[in-house]
């Protein structure tokens, strides 16, 4: 065969091979799948296109912080009371530093927060020492806590058997956890629910009740007993308050014994959240209702109580919560019970949430705009270059199919913005075909034969075309290093698309010229 | 053959050089006035807040009012409802507000209680109340529409916080910053490092005149005008290069050569296919800003002003930068000739 009958097969073979992962995007999964041939995997569609909700979520972790600044100033009280050495008058976190007044030169205290490792003096008066975490201990917090974060959250929503499919929790940077749900699985308050409830259960003996928060205050007048507090039930269709309990501040048990939980339903096919306890909370949970019948044991979530059945009997290894739920809030109840609490709190940065509606007229919208730019460019480049135009046209049809087929090959995400890059893409694409037909031209006119004319149009042209796109390239690079979610999109086409747009014009059409008019002789070339 | 521009088109662009740049001084210098007189609109990319659009149910009759009071009364900060969209008959709208504060509200759908509550638990989690509000007011709002105005469908729903509102524009900056500077440096290593600065001119006057356009007529600065402001800058970079190539090839053909009239020479030769490409280029982002939809908008309306800008540019700010930079410190024989020109005339004034 000769040279340019392996240059045509070669690039035909990839042109081909591309052409088959574009196509092979319009078959459903369920084929795609089924088949050997054709890939599994291919174009994603972007949140932006499908409908979803990506959601960026703080992680507080000054609170994790200060929580380990409790933990250490709650062992220096403890060890104090024990050793005469180390003598403390009092031991506080205000500010975010720990504050300790000694009663003597604080000499004790020193030495011990040395020995701790994690404390680092940062400031020095007569009776009192203030110390912050040490840099290291604060960066293992920090990861701790990130780490604990992640595992709930990715219990709660993205658990690969109890989670929403295809759901996406990633980490984004120190502090941050990316949240991606597509499609309209779920909708934002139920997110809502199992990213930021802290899922914190307490078991508390119900000292007291009333309708509503006024009338429990008013029974005591002189100030809630020591030690107690109120909490109220809430109706979760509109917020009504229901009932108002005093309870006691500390829990009589907490959830942390909790091995399972599970959706179930009563009597009344009423949904209901069971769950149980390891051995160690099957204990302490006999102990209490045993030692409590006929009292009324309040399940309180995040300082609300969800019920407060009274106690019949001593209840061992499990239990049930009842409440005014649906099935929906009942298994999110579980999710959350089954996923541990959230050990620090979070807060919401950003949310940018698509409604299917518009993700499905934004792919008819592009789709519309691509297909019609498309047609007008061609029109326009036959009409002015004539047969060579046309095959800058039929080189643009195979950058476009090529572009998506890198796409898929890469399992790449197309975005709307995508789709603008794809467009503009379609539009810079014929620059460089035009850029070597107007010197081709101008070769003509200046007296060449039409091939002799063909070959340095392409030859002069060549540098051209290649800084051209390589600085496009350089922006599109710094675009996706810079950018979030949808420029990123952007930026992937463009730099794809600029990749294929050269191949498509410099090696596709000249191939084409080859063929045609080859080596024939020549009069008048077409353009 | 069919040409726009007929072979052997000789226009004197460069000779109109002084009209072009006042003609983008002055659209600048408008730019910045506007800017100082009615502000610089930031989208909440950049400034943090909440958009949401909303497509009415086709039975229901909206009530615009009854839509704009729900959203007044849940006390949130500079709240606005406008129509959405080009298509009047699907009953689209969208609402936007910047954050919500703690307190001060009569009957939004949010109860006294439920304030007291969000407030105190915005205190335990640092502060920042309106950032926690805003991510639960929306539910909020949607309740009360609901209520008060019919069913809907929510089409989108974009919630930026302070901070990362901050962090995007920094990153925009940098990114701008750093895309420049790598341009910088390949066509300096590519051309001649006197190259270089013409084509970041012309590149910072096509991002200024679009900005500049932007602020003028009141548009909204958002990411998607940001990505649009930085493939701007690979057209317009794109243009300048291809005539940079060209009066590159004209002045090594040359030994001896007018440089006025080589820049001149080279704009001409290309001037087709900077029309060319621009049109086919314009036609692709018209037809994303028609047909394209609400999403994209913002983004095809940047990049539409940017080509017509980056054209325009490559033509009367790039080469005109060259012919400067090139008379003034350049070695090309007029360039050596306007030196020694400078140089006797210093030399008089010291003798005089």
Same mark, same amino acid.
């Given at each position: 065969?000769?040279?340019?009958?392996?240059?045509?097969g070669a690039?035909?073979?990839?042109?081909?091979?591309?052409?088959?992962?574009?196509?092979?995007?319009?078959?459903?999964?369920?084929?795609r799948?089924a088949?050997?041939?054709?890939?599994?995997?291919?174009l994603?569609?972007?949140?932006?296109l499908?409908?979803?909700?990506?959601?960026?979520?703080?992680?507080?972790?000054?609170?994790?912080?200060?929580?380990?600044l409790?933990?250490?100033?709650?062992?220096?009280?403890?060890?104090?009371?024990?050793?005469?050495?180390l003598s403390?008058?009092?031991?506080?976190?205000?500010?975010?530093v720990?504050?300790?007044?000694?009663?003597?030169?604080?000499?004790?205290?020193?030495?011990?927060?040395?020995?701790?490792?994690?404390?680092?003096?940062v400031?020095?008066?007569a009776?009192?020492?203030?110390y912050?975490?040490?840099?290291?201990?604060r960066?293992?917090?920090?990861?701790?806590?990130?780490?604990?974060?992640?595992?709930?959250?990715?219990?709660?929503?993205?658990d690969?058997?109890?989670?929403?499919?295809?759901?996406?929790v990633?980490?984004?940077?120190?502090?941050?956890?990316?949240?991606?749900?597509p499609?309209?699985?779920?909708?934002?308050?139920?997110?809502?629910?199992?990213?930021?409830?802290?899922?914190?259960?307490?078991?508390?003996?119900?000292?007291?009740?009333?309708?509503?928060?006024?009338?429990?205050?008013?029974?005591?007048?002189?100030?809630l007993p020591?030690?107690t507090?109120?909490?109220?039930?809430?109706?979760?269709?509109?917020?009504?308050?229901?009932?108002a309990?005093?309870?006691?501040?500390?829990?009589?048990?907490?959830?942390?014994?909790?091995?399972?939980?599970?959706?179930?339903?009563d009597?009344?096919q009423?949904?209901?959240?069971?769950?149980s306890f390891?051995s160690?909370?099957?204990?302490?949970?006999?102990?209490?209702?045993?030692?409590?019948i006929?009292?009324?044991?309040?399940?309180?979530?995040d300082?609300?109580?969800?019920?407060?059945?009274?106690?019949?009997?001593?209840?061992?290894?499990?239990?049930?919560i009842?409440?005014?739920?649906?099935?929906?809030?009942?298994?999110?109840?579980a999710?959350?019970l089954?996923?541990?609490?959230l050990?620090i709190?979070?807060?919401?940065e950003?949310?940018?949430?698509?409604?299917?509606?518009?993700?499905?007229?934004s792919?008819?919208?592009?789709?519309?705009?691509?297909i019609?730019?498309?047609?007008?460019?061609?029109?326009?480049?036959?009409g002015?270059?004539?047969?060579?135009g046309?095959?800058?046209?039929?080189?643009?049809?195979a950058n476009?199919?090529?572009?998506?087929?890198?796409?898929?090959?890469?399992?790449?995400?197309?975005?709307?913005?995508?789709?603008?890059?794809?467009?503009?893409?379609?539009?810079?694409?014929?620059?460089?075909?035009?850029?070597?037909?107007?010197?081709i031209?101008?070769?003509?006119?200046?007296?060449?034969?039409?091939?002799?004319?063909?070959?340095?149009?392409?030859?002069?042209?060549?540098?051209?075309?290649?800084d051209?796109n390589?600085?496009?390239?350089?922006?599109?690079?710094?675009?996706?290093?810079f950018?979030?979610?949808?420029?990123?999109?952007?930026?992937?086409?463009?730099a794809v698309g600029?990749?294929t747009?050269?191949?498509s014009?410099?090696?596709?059409?000249?191939?084409?010229?080859?063929?045609?008019?080859?080596t024939?002789?020549?009069?008048?070339?077409?353009? | 053959m069919?040409?726009?521009?007929?072979s052997?088109?000789?226009?004197?662009? &460069?000779?109109r050089?002084?009209?072009?740049?006042? *003609?983008?001084l002055?659209?600048l210098? +408008? /730019? =910045?006035? @506007?800017?100082?007189i009615?502000?610089?609109k930031?989208?909440?990319?950049?400034?943090?807040g909440?958009?949401?659009?909303?497509?009415?149910?086709?039975?229901?009759?909206?009530?615009?009012s009854?839509?704009r009071n729900?959203?007044?009364?849940?006390?949130?900060d500079?709240?606005?409802?406008?129509?959405?969209?080009d298509d009047?008959e699907?009953?689209?709208?969208?609402?936007?507000f910047?954050?919500?504060?703690?307190?001060?509200?009569?009957?939004?759908?949010?109860?006294?209680?439920?304030?007291a509550?969000?407030?105190?638990?915005?205190?335990?989690?640092?502060?920042?109340?309106?950032?926690?509000?805003?991510?639960?007011?929306?539910?909020r709002?949607?309740?009360?529409i609901?209520?008060?105005v019919?069913?809907?469908?929510? &089409?989108?729903?974009?919630?930026?916080?302070?901070? *990362?509102?901050?962090?995007?524009?920094? +990153? /925009? =900056?940098q @990114?701008?910053?750093?895309a420049?500077?790598?341009?910088?440096?390949?066509?300096a290593?590519?051309?001649?490092?006197r190259?270089a600065p013409?084509?970041?001119?012309?590149?910072?006057h096509d991002?200024?005149?679009?900005?500049a356009?932007?602020?003028?007529?009141?548009?909204?600065?958002?990411?998607?005008?940001?990505?649009?402001?930085?493939?701007?800058?690979?057209y317009?970079?794109?243009?300048t290069?291809?005539?940079?190539?060209?009066?590159?090839?004209?002045?090594?053909?040359?030994?001896k050569?007018?440089?006025?009239?080589?820049?001149?020479?080279?704009v001409?030769?290309?001037?087709?296919?900077?029309l060319?490409?621009s049109?086919t280029?314009?036609?692709?982002?018209?037809?994303l800003?028609?047909?394209?939809?609400?999403?994209i908008?913002?983004?095809?309306?940047?990049?539409a002003?940017?080509i017509?800008?980056?054209t325009?540019?490559?033509?009367?700010?790039?080469?005109?930068?060259?012919l400067?930079?090139?008379?003034?410190?350049?070695?090309?024989?007029?360039?050596k000739?306007?030196?020694?020109?400078?140089?006797?005339?210093?030399?008089?004034?010291?003798?005089?």
């Open positions: 065969m000769s040279g340019l009958g392996w240059r045509l690039v035909l073979a990839t042109v081909a091979l591309f052409s088959f992962l574009t196509a092979a995007n319009f078959i459903d999964e369920e084929t799948l088949s050997p041939v054709l890939p599994d995997d291919g994603r569609l972007g949140l932006d499908q409908g979803g909700i990506h959601r960026v979520v703080g992680v507080k972790l000054e609170e994790a912080e200060l929580q380990e409790v933990f250490l100033k709650d062992a220096l009280l403890e060890e104090a009371d024990e050793d005469p050495q403390v008058s009092n031991a506080v976190v205000e500010n975010g720990l504050v300790v007044s000694p009663r003597d030169d604080g000499a004790g205290v020193k030495s011990w927060a040395d020995d701790s490792r994690s404390l680092s003096l400031s020095e008066e009776g009192r020492l203030e912050t975490l040490e840099d290291q201990v960066q293992d917090v920090r990861e701790r806590g990130m780490e604990q974060v992640l595992e709930v959250l990715r219990l709660r929503i993205a690969p058997i109890q989670g929403i499919p295809d759901s996406v990633t980490r984004q940077g120190d502090d941050r956890v990316l949240v991606q749900v499609g309209g699985q779920i909708d934002r308050d139920r997110l809502d629910d199992l990213l930021e409830v802290t899922g914190f259960l307490e078991f508390k003996i119900v000292q007291d009740l009333a309708d509503n928060e006024k009338l429990l205050n008013d029974r005591y007048p002189t100030g020591p030690g507090k109120i909490v109220s039930e809430q109706d979760p269709e509109d917020d009504r308050k229901l009932t309990y005093l309870l006691p501040e500390e829990p009589d048990l907490t959830g942390d014994f909790l091995t399972d939980a599970r959706v179930a339903f009597r009344q009423r949904p209901i959240v069971s769950f390891n160690e909370g099957a204990r302490r949970f006999g102990e209490l209702t045993g030692a409590n006929n009292e009324q044991l309040a399940i309180v979530l300082d609300r109580v969800y019920s407060a059945p009274a106690i019949r009997s001593r209840i061992g290894a499990r239990g049930q009842e409440g005014r739920f649906t099935t929906e809030e009942a298994r999110d109840l999710v959350v089954r996923s541990g609490s050990p709190p979070v807060v919401i950003e949310e940018r949430t698509v409604g299917p509606a518009l993700g499905q007229d792919i008819t919208r592009g789709y519309r705009a691509s019609l730019g498309l047609i007008v460019i061609i029109g326009f480049v036959v002015y270059y004539r047969l060579s046309g095959y800058a046209s039929l080189a643009l049809a476009l199919v090529m572009l998506m087929g890198i796409m898929s090959l890469f399992e790449a995400t197309l975005t709307m913005p995508g789709i603008a890059g794809i467009v503009l893409t379609v539009g810079m694409a014929v620059d460089a075909n035009v850029i070597i037909f107007e010197r031209r101008e070769e003509l006119r200046s007296g060449k034969a039409p091939r002799a004319a063909i070959a340095t149009g392409y030859n002069k042209t060549f540098w051209t075309i290649m051209a390589i600085t496009t390239f350089i922006t599109a690079l710094v675009l996706f290093e950018g979030t979610g949808p420029i990123q999109g952007f930026a992937v086409t463009l600029i990749v747009s050269v191949f014009a410099l090696v596709l059409t000249r191939l084409m010229f080859s063929v045609h008019p080859g024939q002789p020549v009069e008048q070339l077409s353009i | 069919r040409e726009i521009v007929p052997g088109t000789h226009i004197d662009f &460069l000779g050089r002084h009209i072009a740049i006042a *003609v983008s002055a659209v210098a +408008a /730019g =910045v006035l @506007a800017g100082a009615q502000g610089v930031f989208g909440i990319d950049f400034v943090g909440t958009e949401m659009a909303v497509r009415f149910d086709p039975g229901v009759d909206v009530d615009e009854a839509l729900v959203v007044g009364r849940c006390g949130v500079e709240p606005s409802v406008v129509r959405y969209g009047v699907r009953k689209e709208f969208l609402i936007k910047k954050g919500a504060e703690a307190g001060e509200v009569p009957d939004c759908p949010l109860t006294e209680t439920d304030r509550e969000l407030a105190e638990k915005a205190e335990k989690q640092g502060g920042d109340a309106g950032n926690l509000e805003s991510a639960h007011i929306i539910s709002i949607q309740r009360g609901r209520n008060d019919g069913e809907y469908e929510t &089409l989108r729903v974009d919630f930026v916080g302070p901070r *990362v509102g901050s962090e995007l524009t920094e +990153a /925009g =900056v @990114a701008m910053t750093i420049v500077l790598l341009i910088l440096a390949y066509i290593f590519r051309f001649s490092s190259f013409g084509a970041v001119v012309a590149l910072v991002v200024g005149i679009t900005c356009v932007f602020v003028i007529f009141g548009l909204e600065f958002d990411l998607r005008v940001l990505a649009a402001l930085l493939a701007i800058l690979g317009s970079l794109n243009d290069i291809i005539i940079y190539d060209r009066i590159r090839e004209n002045m090594e053909i040359r030994t050569y007018d440089l006025l009239d080589v820049l001149n020479r080279s001409n030769q290309t001037l087709s296919r900077t060319l490409t049109v280029t314009l036609a692709a982002v018209l037809c800003l028609f047909l394209g939809g609400e999403v908008r913002p983004f095809a309306l940047a990049m002003i940017g017509v800008v980056g325009y540019s490559s033509t009367f700010i790039a080469a005109p930068t060259l400067f930079l090139e008379t003034r410190f350049g070695d090309s024989p007029d360039a000739a306007a030196a020694a020109k400078r140089k006797k005339e210093k030399d008089r004034e010291r003798a005089a």
